[in-house]
């Protein structure tokens, strides 16, 4: 059977740009994040409309689930914080793993002196952002390199190997907004091809779902929803983690966790007002990690 993302772009991806477009408005420096290419990327007419408040609250409450315009508002924030780290420490070479419409490579390119960027992802989600780069006028950084891949049919070691990704360099690993979306035995053998083309100190960065949200248990905020949304969009997950069995599961990898929030730490760091007051709840159906290869 034919996937929806075989066809046509990936609705969530187009939700998380949407959001990252939107947050770029925001007044609340709690929601305000600094993704200013997404916006570029939107409809003009659309654009428009998301600069008046009122209508980007209402928007956000009919088609984004509870929480997580505020969850991509954090990982936006955390994962820039990352990346930005990378490209100071001059890693050899970034690789970002369904990576939709991320912009960080257009970003920062000017901290970008010697790392090398690759962006993985579906065709049909890959060409439509380049296409939209082209028609904006936006141009793409020559270390920016496109690699098209279907995770579930195609080779990751082949398609890095032609696209001169190297083993054994200190390298950025990203998979936002990924893991979740692939086969269990795909999730296995991206790890194991990270394993493979790490170098000692490279970075590992992605977010996953609690294993509870994919056996449908219940119990986080915004669970029922966002598992509806993703479901109706012909994008079902099928990847999830145990509570507490993160190290373990990096272990397997040859990978130590470095950091790992959930719902409430990223609530803690991101929107936390200066009194100390929450200042909106988190989806807590997602968790974000960073690991390092040993």
């Given at each position: 059977m034919k996937?929806?993302?075989?066809?046509?772009?990936?609705?969530?991806?187009?939700?998380t740009c949407?959001?990252?477009?939107?947050?770029?408005m925001?007044?609340n420096?709690c929601?305000?994040?600094?993704?200013?290419?997404?916006?570029?990327?939107?409809?003009?007419?659309?654009k428009?409309?998301?600069?008046?408040?009122?209508?980007r609250?209402?928007?956000?409450?009919?088609?984004?689930?509870?929480g997580?315009?505020?969850?991509?508002i954090?990982?936006?924030?955390y994962?820039?914080?990352v990346?930005k780290?990378?490209?100071s420490?001059?890693?050899d070479?970034?690789?970002?793993?369904?990576?939709?419409?991320?912009t960080?490579?257009?970003?920062?390119?000017?901290?970008?002196k010697?790392?090398?960027?690759?962006?993985?992802?579906?065709?049909?989600?890959?060409?439509?952002?380049?296409?939209?780069?082209?028609?904006r006028?936006v141009?793409?950084p020559?270390?920016?390199?496109?690699?098209?891949?279907d995770?579930?049919?195609?080779?990751?070691?082949?398609?890095?190997?032609e696209?001169g990704?190297?083993?054994?360099?200190?390298?950025?690993?990203?998979?936002?907004?990924?893991?979740?979306?692939?086969?269990p035995?795909?999730?296995?053998?991206?790890?194991q091809?990270?394993?493979?083309?790490?170098?000692?100190?490279?970075?590992?960065?992605?977010?996953?779902?609690?294993?509870?949200?994919?056996?449908s248990?219940?119990?986080?905020?915004?669970?029922t929803?966002?598992?509806?949304?993703?479901?109706?969009?012909?994008?079902s997950w099928?990847?999830?983690?145990?509570?507490?069995?993160?190290?373990?599961?990096?272990?397997?990898?040859?990978?130590?966790?470095?950091?790992?929030?959930?719902?409430?730490?990223?609530?803690?760091?991101?929107?936390?007002?200066?009194?100390?007051?929450?200042?909106?709840?988190i989806?807590?159906?997602?968790?974000?990690?960073?690991?390092?290869?040993n």
């Amino acid at each position: 059977m034919k996937r929806r993302i075989e066809s046509t772009t990936s609705r969530t991806a187009e939700l998380t740009c949407l959001s990252r477009a939107a947050s770029t408005m925001e007044k609340n420096p709690c929601y305000h994040s600094d993704d200013f290419i997404a916006p570029l990327l939107l409809p003009g007419g659309f654009k428009t409309f998301m600069r008046v408040p009122l209508s980007r609250r209402l928007f956000m409450k009919l088609f984004a689930p509870q929480g997580i315009y505020e969850y991509v508002i954090a990982r936006t924030k955390y994962i820039d914080a990352v990346f930005k780290q990378a490209l100071s420490e001059r890693f050899d070479q970034g690789l970002i793993f369904g990576a939709g419409f991320d912009t960080r490579a257009i970003r920062f390119h000017e901290l970008n002196k010697t790392t090398q960027i690759y962006e993985l992802d579906i065709s049909t989600t890959q060409q439509a952002k380049i296409g939209q780069y082209q028609k904006r006028g936006v141009t793409a950084p020559p270390e920016l390199h496109y690699i098209p891949i279907d995770f579930d049919k195609e080779s990751l070691p082949e398609k890095l190997d032609e696209a001169g990704f190297e083993k054994g360099k200190r390298s950025l690993f990203l998979m936002e907004g990924l893991l979740m979306y692939l086969q269990p035995a795909s999730v296995m053998q991206t790890f194991q091809t990270i394993r493979n083309y790490a170098g000692r100190g490279s970075l590992i960065v992605f977010d996953y779902v609690k294993a509870s949200v994919i056996h449908s248990k219940g119990g986080n905020f915004g669970e029922t929803e966002i598992v509806k949304m993703v479901s109706g969009a012909g994008e079902s997950w099928f990847f999830g983690i145990e509570k507490g069995k993160i190290e373990q599961f990096l272990a397997g990898y040859s990978m130590r966790l470095v950091d790992h929030k959930d719902a409430e730490k990223l609530e803690e760091t991101y929107f936390t007002g200066s009194t100390g007051k929450l200042i909106a709840p988190i989806n807590g159906t997602h968790c974000l990690v960073t690991a390092e290869k040993n």
